[in-house]
Structure formats: structure tokens, C-alpha cells
């Protein structure tokens, strides 16, 4: 149990779950994560701000018993997912007068996830007010970052703004603020990677809405808060609309060594010709890295040899997630080897093509690799470093 001061009358009482490896039975947590809850008392009125996850309910209780918390007025819900909301249908119970404030969207998604009763959910309109004395939330829908419900609450008396999965990170930390950039950067781009990137085309706008309004604390729903606006902000700036760097990723698997072995000369060759190239041995690779790599990568390489007339599954699940979470690459290609056919290649060209990248012409060899073959990853080398350079 801890609750902790951000401003006078503003508190986390979330739940940080240290133990988490997996989110969404998809994604690597190796730090853990956190699910803030904010409790914001006003001169009349008291507000929650976001939940935690159902496995964390107790948590959240024990902390707004220990803040006093003993009416609540409105439970804000950003976004319905289950891990802010899944304690909602005890809280509910638990503070029988909390009336929900959300969005349309999220209405919706609430009767349906928990059958919650509509009378105790009110919709918020955009830009909307609601005074809770002293203490007044604004609320900006936004939609898409990263459900179709998602939506931000201001209180410009306290300068913060609570921007729920957005600009958040999956880490479990003691920090109330992260200030270390290195520490914030890897956590916070993972997360970019996995969850916001798909709806990169969003992000500008709600980055410009933000630094419209006087900020001085964003508040997510997972991760430490930053009282340094400007570094996440810069980040996030970066990674959606940045071009992409002169960097190859290369996602491989190999059974018997034919791949890898194209691997090795392919790498060294792209090193000798001044790309960057960032490898993932799919049996061991932490996905979640590959993800991150993708975020400013200019070239996707998938390696793969054919298994039972196509590509390896690990390579097409690479394949398939590279192109879910929509990085801006421009370049992709497959190289690897086969003993006597399959439509490895095309498989995967099928699952990229979304991405709509050029697609290099692909290196894909029978058995280990010959003198002819080098020669081709060579020059694969030499034709993805004039892309790259462009
Ligand atoms: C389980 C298994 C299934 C395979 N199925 C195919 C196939 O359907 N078509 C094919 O051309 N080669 C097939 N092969 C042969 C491999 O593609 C070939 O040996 C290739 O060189 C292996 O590359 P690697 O050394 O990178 O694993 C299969 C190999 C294994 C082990």
C-alpha cells in the first residue's frame, strides 16, 4: 500500500505490479508495469481518475482507504481497457453514489465488459467541464491513442494533465517522476513501439494539443509521471514523424545453420557498406526489442528458411507483427534457404505487403550457401545501403 503527493488534493493510488512479464498475453513486460489511479479532491467534490487492473483491486482500495477517500463523486474512466477498469464493478459497489465520466466510446465498451448498469455513467463531451471545486477537469477526447475511446482529462489549476495509456511506459519503478532520459527512453520506447506506434498518424495532433495547454506534470496510466514535459514530448515528436534512420533490422531463424550463415554475410556485408543493422534470433528474442528497433528502422530483413512448404512460423509471426504494429520503414526483403520448395517468400511478402514497403528482391537459396550466393548478399548489401542513403 502506498499513496503518494503529486500536488495538494491530487494523489497516486494506483498499483505497481512488479512480477508482470507479459501484458496483454502479448506483449513482454521484463521491468513490470504499473496501473495509476489518481485521486483528486476538490473543495466539494472527489473524482478518481482511472483503476487498476481487476488482480489489483485490493491494492487501490487499501490506498483510498488510506487517503480518506471515503465518497467518491465521479470515477473518470479514459479508457475502458480491463486493466484500469476490471476493479470498476467493485468500486461501483463500493461507492454507491460515483457516477462514471467517460466517453461515448467507452460507455459502450463498459456495459459490454461488465455489464455496468447505465444510469451510473454520464458522458463527457469534448472539451467538456466538470468544477470540482478549485480543482476543475477538462476533458479532451481522444480517440485512437491506442482504442477508439480513449479520452485525457486537464486540471489547469494544477498544470497536469492525465493522459492515460498515452505518453505512458511498462515499468515498475519507485520513482513518482522518472528523470534519468536513458531510463525513461528504453522503457518508454518499448512501450511506444508496441502499443502506440500503429496509430502513429494520431499522435501529432494530441502532441500540439498538449503543448497548447500550460503543462508542467503529465500523468499516464502506466509507468512514472514526468515533470519534465518537454523530453517525453520530444521523444514522441521523434519517433512519429521523424524519418527513418539509415538502420536494417534483420529478424532470423535458422534450424540447421543455412540462414544464419546468410545472416553473418549479409551483416557484414551491410556493416561494410555504413548500415546500421540491429539482429533478433527469433527462438530467443525478446519481441518486444524487435519492436523497439522497428520504431526508426529504414529496412526490414526477414531470414527464414522454408519449413513444411513455408516460412518458419517464428519468422511469419515476426513477419505478421512487424506489420500490425506499423513501423515507417521503406525497405523490406526475405532472404533464406530451401531444400526442395515452398512459397516461403511470397508468404511473407503477403504478410508485410500492409507496410507498403519497396521490396527488395529476395536471396533465397537451396542448401548453404555457394560462392554465387555470397556474391548475391553482397550486392542485396550494396542495393539496401543506396536505399538507405537516400
Ligand atoms: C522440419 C523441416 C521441414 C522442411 N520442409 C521443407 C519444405 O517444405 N520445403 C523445402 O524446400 N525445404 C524444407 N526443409 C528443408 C530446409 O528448408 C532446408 O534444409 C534449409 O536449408 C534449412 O535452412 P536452415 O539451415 O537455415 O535451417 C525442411 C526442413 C525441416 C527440418
Known sequence: MVVRTIKDGISWVGAIDWDLRLFDSLIPTPKGTSYNSYLVKGSDKTALLDAVSETKEMELVTNLMAAKADVIDYIVVHHAEQDHTGCLP??????????????????????????????????????????????????????????????????????????????????????????????????????????????????????????????????????????????????????????????????????????KKMVDILSNALIAEGVDIERFNLPETDIGLLAMSLVEAKTIIVATPTVLFGAHPLAIYAAYLAAAIKPKAQYATVIGSFGWGGKAVKQIAEIIAPLKCEVIEPVYIKGHPTEKDIAALKELAKTIAAKNAK
Not at 463500493?94 to 459490454?112: F, W
Not at 455489464?115 to 472539451?127: A, K, P
Not at 492525465?162 to 511506459?169: A, I, M, N, P
Not at 502506440?196 to 503543462?215: H, R, T, W
Open 90 to 259: 467493485l468500486l461501483l459497489e463500493l461507492y454507491p453514489s460515483a457516477l462514471v465520466l467517460t466517453s461515448p466510446k467507452a460507455k459502450e465498451l463498459l456495459i459490454e465488459f461488465f455489464g455496468i448498469d447505465e444510469g451510473r455513467i454520464r458522458v463527457v463531451e469534448d472539451n467538456e467541464t466538470v468544477d470540482l471545486g478549485g480543482k476543475t477537469m477538462q476533458f479532451f477526447h481522444a480517440p485512437w491513442v491506442h482504442w477508439p475511446d480513449t479520452m485525457f482529462t486537464y486540471i489547469a489549476e494544477d498544470q497536469i494533465i492525465f493522459t492515460c495509456d498515452f505518453l505512458g511506459s511498462h515499468i515498475a519503478a519507485s520513482d513518482l517522476y522518472i528523470n534519468d532520459p536513458e531510463r525513461l527512453y528504453e522503457s518508454a520506447k518499448r512501450y511506444y513501439a508496441e502499443i502506440m506506434m500503429p496509430f502513429a498518424g494520431s499522435i501529432p495532433a494530441y502532441l500540439d494539443k498538449i503543448e497548447s495547454l500550460n503543462v508542467e506534470i503529465i500523468a499516464p496510466s502506466h509507468g512514472p509521471l514526468y515533470n519534465n514535459p518537454d523530453l517525453i514530448m520530444g521523444y514522441y515528436r521523434q519517433w512519429a514523424t521523424g524519418e527513418p534512420k539509415n538502420t536494417a533490422v534483420i529478424a532470423y531463424v535458422s534450424m540447421h545453420g543455412s540462414t
